[in-house]
């Protein structure tokens, strides 16, 4: 499978098991030793997203980006991915960066008050999934801000949670990634019912 093609069926996947919406999430793929990446379009439905949709974005080693344009833009949360991809410890490695919107993971990192994503393995010690980093604090969606604070946070681990916002994972493999983010959300969904 092309790699449009897999990160269109990544969107379509997690808005089928309602881990993003319609307009929200993106996903991002780095072939190793490449100077470009692909990623997801703004304003495009992601259950409706198709393979001529998703961008191909160039990079440079001084970190400018470029891409076409005419063929529409990248995800506003561009900088998320691009601070992360162009980082030379993931030039010779096929990498994904998916953002995902889980909504039980949302509410357990809480409103008004935060708590750490990475705190339920405390409640679920055999709970499989990668290395949890510390919060990124909120920030606007697509701001530089943002894109540092995830950098900072996930460079070196697996995911993070992005407080009232979703989470940020980066791995070689996209399937582990997915099996990540959901069973975060089930374990969450438990934690959940049980406080209630």
């Known amino acids: ?49 198709h393979q001529n949709q998703i961008l191909k974005v160039h990079f440079d080693h001084a970190g400018n980006l470029s891409y076409d344009d005419k063929k529409g833009k990248p995800s506003r949360e561009l900088h998320m991915h691009s601070f992360l991809l162009t980082n030379t410890k993931f030039f010779d490695k096929d990498t994904f960066v998916i953002h995902a919107h889980p909504p039980n993971v949302i509410s357990y990192m809480g409103f008004d008050r935060t708590r750490e994503l990475n705190k339920i393995k405390e409640c679920f010690p055999e709970i499989n999934v990668g ?65 209630n």
């Open 131 to 195: 290395n949890i980093g510390e919060n990124v604090k909120y920030h606007d969606a697509g701001s530089m801000d943002l894109a540092k604070n995830c950098y900072d946070n996930l460079l070196n681990k697996d995911l993070v949670g992005l407080e009232r916002h979703g989470t940020l994972s980066i791995d070689s493999d996209s399937d582990k990634i997915i099996e990540d983010i959901e069973t975060l959300e089930y374990y969450i969904g438990s934690y959940l019912k049980a406080e």
């Open 1 to 49: 499978m092309n790699a449009e093609k897999n990160l269109v069926n990544l969107m379509k996947y997690m808005f089928s098991k309602r881990l993003i919406s319609a307009r929200d999430g993106n996903v991002s793929f780095k072939p190793k030793n490449k100077d470009y990446f692909l990623i997801s379009p703004t304003s495009v439905r992601k259950n409706d997203l």
